[in-house]
């Protein structure tokens, strides 16, 4: 089983160091796998070089793809995460 939800980025900036470093931080908070997808590129949330790597601009929408142990705490406080910094 796993979870799996969509984000669309509001920030005006996108995804740049700042954001992406703290999307880091908090997907390595967690035992589960933290995957996230654009334009059917995916990348480890836990790599930063990865995360940057998407390009992610205001308005793109991303999936995110939770899978492991604490998936369904991961999953939730990862979404609100992002909607209250990206």
Do not use: C, W
Not at 46 to 53: D, E, L, P, T
Not at 60 to 84: I, P, R, S
């Amino acid at each position: 089983m796993s979870q799996e939800f969509t984000f669309t980025v509001s920030d005006p900036e996108g995804m740049h160091a700042r954001p992406a470093g703290l999307l880091v931080a908090k997907a390595q908070e967690y035992q589960s796998s933290i995957i996230v997808t654009r334009d059917g590129k995916s990348v480890d949330a836990k790599r930063i070089f990865g995360v940057m790597g998407l390009g992610v601009k205001q308005g793109d929408e991303v999936t995110v793809k939770v899978q492991g142990n604490d998936e369904v705490k991961a999953a939730a406080e990862f979404e609100q995460f992002l909607k209250e910094n990206l």
